[in-house]
T-cell receptor, first 115, second 114 residues
Framework: QQQVKQSPQSLIVQKGGISIINCAYE??????FPWYQQFPGKGPALLIA?????SEKKEGRFTISFNKSAKQFSLHIMDSQPGDSATYFC??????????????FGSGTQLTVLP | GAGVSQSPSNKVTEKGKDVELRCDPI?????LYWYRQSLGQGLEFLIY????????KSGLPSDRFSAERTGGSVSTLTIQRTQQEDSAVYLC????????????FGPGTRLTVL
């Protein structure tokens, strides 16, 4: 059972445009929602994250919008640049044991920003 | 400071052989995680360690997979009698004690089973 659904699978945006990636979750026990950026041959890197008591978080050109009632959240990349071309994963986190947390990932979105 | 490191970066092995993948977490991080990423796929959670303890091994794909962590630091993921379906990138992540437990990933080990 896929607990975090991500769309679209791929996205092509012109330089300067807005990239929007959407995720939906089912498990209400999730209490932390990070986004990861992954370049080919590299491990995922934490980009931005949000807790469910906040509806929006902005860091530079990256914004997460969170809708707790709809169990949906999205990543907006403003003024998209060719260097943003990468695969983006949304994730949802639950507490495991001690301080350990389990991340459940979406299936990923391959973003291409055209120059 | 140094991030999470993994070795080897690439491993090619023959079907039926055993392999060991190593992870060095960020110093001071108490939790360590292993994930598997198959070609073009998302990340599959395998196992985690809180200190040296792995409370839940149910995410391991089969009994050919095992993992250990010693000294609260280095971890080894071992795959016995490798199969072609084990081919994937194996990622390690670590986190420190915090409310969010932000996970920082290593570069991964690309395993190819011929």
């Amino acid at each position: 059972q896929q607990q975090v659904k991500q769309s679209p699978q791929s996205l092509i945006v012109q330089k300067g445009g807005i990239s929007i990636i959407n995720c939906a979750y089912e498990n209400t026990a999730f209490d932390y929602f990070p986004w990861y950026q992954q370049f080919p041959g590299k491990g995922p890197a934490l980009l931005i994250a949000i807790r469910p008591d906040v509806s929006e978080k902005k860091e530079g050109r990256f914004t997460i919008s969170f809708n707790k009632s709809a169990k949906q959240f999205s990543l907006h990349i403003m003024d998209s640049q060719p260097g943003d071309s990468a695969t983006y994963f949304c994730a949802a986190s639950t507490l495991l044991f001690g301080s350990a947390r389990q991340l459940t990932f979406g299936s990923g979105t391959q973003l291409t920003v055209l120059p | 400071g140094a991030g999470v490191s993994q070795s080897p970066s690439n491993k090619v092995t023959e079907k039926g052989k055993d392999v060991e993948l190593r992870c060095d977490p960020i110093s001071g991080h108490t939790a360590l995680y292993w994930y598997r990423q198959s070609l073009g796929q998302g990340l599959e959670f395998l196992i985690y360690f809180q200190g040296n303890s792995a409370p839940d091994k149910s995410g391991l794909p089969s009994d050919r997979f095992s993992a250990e962590r010693t000294g609260g630091s280095v971890s080894t993921l071992t795959i016995q009698r490798t199969q072609q379906e084990d081919s994937a990138v194996y990622l390690c992540a670590s986190s420190f004690s915090s409310r969010e437990g932000k996970q920082f990933f290593g570069p991964g080990t690309r395993l190819t089973v011929l």
